[in-house]
């Protein structure tokens, strides 16, 4: 069996327009029949996209998702967890809508995630600082100066 991947790009009912994060059975036979599984999908309100959950249900839901959905489907090629940059864009549209809280977990969850990415930890270390946690700002913003010591916003923040 072919397994296809179900991209969805259209914004609708204010939701984010983000594809759902699902693989979609696609056979010669279902195709040779003119049954669309993608569409199936889509209509039955299973494939719902990771941003939309976050969007919806806040942080506990969107990291559960994130999890279920990686375990199921693992190292496939067709699926993978949001990029780094994903994650960013995600973060930063929490903090212009007032989502502080979940932005934070949202870089925790991106610098758990892809540990070797410097500025996830600088955007956590200037979270922290405005939050008025100096101790934690520093331990990451250490982190990040460590990673790449010629960033002069790093340094300008420590």
């Given at each position: 069996?072919?397994?296809?991947?179900?991209?969805?790009?259209?914004?609708?009912?204010?939701?984010?327009?983000?594809?759902?994060?699902?693989?979609?059975?696609?056979?010669?036979?279902?195709?040779?029949?003119?049954?669309?599984?993608?569409?199936?999908?889509?209509?039955?309100?299973?494939?719902?996209?990771?941003?939309?959950?976050?969007?919806?249900?806040?942080?506990?839901?969107?990291?559960?998702?994130?999890?279920?959905?990686?375990?199921?489907?693992?190292?496939?090629?067709?699926?993978?967890?949001?990029?780094?940059?994903?994650?960013?864009?995600?973060?930063?549209?929490?903090?212009?809508?007032?989502?502080?809280?979940?932005?934070?977990?949202?870089?925790?969850?991106?610098?758990?995630?892809?540990?070797?990415?410097y500025w996830t930890w600088e955007m956590l270390?200037?979270?922290?600082?405005?939050?008025?946690?100096?101790?934690?700002?520093?331990?990451?913003?250490?982190?990040?100066?460590?990673?790449?010591?010629?960033?002069?916003?790093?340094?300008?923040?420590?």
């Open positions: 069996m072919l397994r296809g991947v179900l991209v969805v790009g259209a914004r609708v009912d204010g939701l984010t327009g983000d594809p759902p994060e699902c693989l979609v059975p696609v056979t010669a036979e279902d195709y040779f029949a003119g049954r669309d599984r993608a569409l199936e999908t889509i209509l039955s309100g299973r494939a719902v996209p990771l941003a939309d959950v976050l969007e919806q249900q806040r942080m506990n839901a969107f990291i559960a998702e994130y999890e279920r959905l990686e375990r199921q489907h693992g190292p496939q090629a067709g699926w993978f967890p949001y990029t780094v940059f994903d994650l960013r864009r995600m973060g930063a549209g929490l903090l212009t809508s007032g989502r502080r809280a979940d932005a934070v977990r949202l870089f925790e969850f991106a610098t758990a995630r892809y540990p070797e990415m270390g200037n979270l922290h600082a405005e939050g008025g946690d100096k101790a934690a700002a520093v331990k990451y913003l250490r982190n990040a100066l460590e990673m790449n010591p010629n960033d002069p916003y790093v340094r300008q923040s420590l």
